[in-house]
């Protein structure tokens, strides 16, 4: 069978040796013979103003792998989707791609719950799925449809859900709006945290230093986060910054510099982090060092500051797809085949997603004004000719 063949080719292209029983083995082989649980070494943390860090290993369960690996492919595949869309001109407007980065949306979310806070920048898609939005959703809202997840209005950069307070289009300016949704954590004693991501290219933001300091008098409970990508729009991050060491740039604010590319290592930060902020001491800083493989936004082909050799090093080295994929398999977590079933699902999922995309209609101008405010009676809104009024509801 197929599911015998693509094991066996696995094996073989590891430079392990074939036992001559091991299809009969493999034909009979059911969930039960998984490995349930494994601990794997990952890289060690850098740490500023810190004793301790994080653990040097990392548990993964193999229903955990197998999550993880479903969303980071989703997230893979809709953002190639998205991709396809926008050179077809369906998709209009900005679009800033997430792949290669799927392992710090991931990460985070499984270092944290439902019930703590996030917000980012305008690379947003991946962190609208892990925050609980459908691909149906974020494509419908990419084309600018009714059905999109801020109906239809928001388009690439503005997505919200519940606890996720969306792409910010000001460079760094949801850093300050995260810090007051953290002061409203503390304010209610919920003992939930917000992290704020922004990128490498608005790390040099004053905006950023002042909420470091404001974050730091008060003792919020929130987890900056650098997603360092190496290039901040066309421009690498030794061109723009005279220390690159972004989780030292907090000073006084404990830091953390973290793979970015590997789950496990961005999991294990968060889950350090979250605990650190829910006891009280304040912010703390993360750098991730990470990649993008799209250019900083559709209008950038992403090789003209950097070589098309460079990129493939990374896909070929460092991609967190396939990072996890080989520690699965390595392990027995997982077989080749389960994996390819969850990729055909996945493709599936994207397509079908991107038809109705495609489908759904436009909002009516009658929706123009519509979800201004959550809760607030309606009112007259006048419209572009003083003949024409809309009505706002929520």
Not at 163 to 179: K, M, R, S, T
Not at 347 to 363: G, H, L, S
Request: one cysteine or more.
């Amino acid at each position: 069978c197929v599911d015998q063949l693509l094991e066996v080719s696995y094996v073989l292209s590891q430079g392990c040796s074939l036992h001559p029983f091991s299809l009969m083995v493999a034909s009979s082989r059911s969930y039960a013979d998984f490995t349930p649980e494994a601990t794997f070494d990952i890289k060690k943390v850098d740490l500023h103003r810190l004793e301790e860090g994080p653990p040097l290993t990392a548990t993964l369960t193999r229903e955990e792998g197998l999550k993880y690996y479903r969303t980071m492919q989703t997230i893979r595949r809709m953002e190639l989707k998205a991709d396809q869309l926008y050179k077809q001109k369906i998709i209009r407007g900005f679009c800033h791609l997430y792949d290669g980065q799927e392992a710090c949306a991931v990460g985070i979310e499984g270092g944290i719950t439902l019930s703590d806070h996030l917000i980012t920048a305008y690379r947003a898609h991946g962190y609208t799925l892990t925050r609980g939005g459908t691909v149906r959703e974020i494509m419908a809202e990419l084309t600018g449809r009714r059905g999109g997840i801020a109906k239809g209005k928001g388009g690439s950069m503005h997505m919200y859900t519940k606890n996720f307070y969306g792409g910010n289009g000001i460079v760094g300016a949801q850093v300050p709006l995260g810090a007051g949704v953290a002061l409203a954590c503390k304010y209610l004693g919920n003992d939930q945290l917000c992290v704020s991501l922004y990128g490498d290219g608005a790390a040099n933001q004053g905006q950023i230093f002042e909420t470091y300091n404001m974050s730091s008098l008060w003792k919020l409970p929130i987890i900056f986060i650098c997603e360092n990508n190496q290039y901040g729009m066309g421009t690498s991050v030794e061109r723009s910054s005279a220390s690159t060491e972004y989780y030292k740039r907090g000073d006084y604010i404990p830091g953390l510099r973290v793979d970015g590319m590997d789950v496990l290592c961005v999991r294990e930060a968060t889950k350090f982090a979250a605990d650190h902020c829910r006891s009280g001491k304040g912010p703390i800083l993360m750098e991730l060092q990470t990649y993008r493989y799209h250019g900083h936004s559709m209008s950038d082909p992403g090789v003209s500051y950097r070589t098309r050799e460079e990129i493939q090093e990374v896909r070929s080295k460092s991609d967190p797809i396939s990072m996890l994929k080989d520690r699965m398999l390595s392990n027995n977590m997982a077989s080749i085949e389960e994996l390819k079933e969850i990729d055909i699902a996945v493709r599936k999922e994207i397509e079908d997603a991107a038809q109705f995309a495609t489908t759904d209609p436009e909002p009516p101008l009658d929706d123009l004004c519509s979800h201004i405010f959550a809760n607030d009676q309606p009112f007259e809104v006048r419209a572009a000719t003083p003949w024409t009024k809309l009505t706002s509801t929520s």
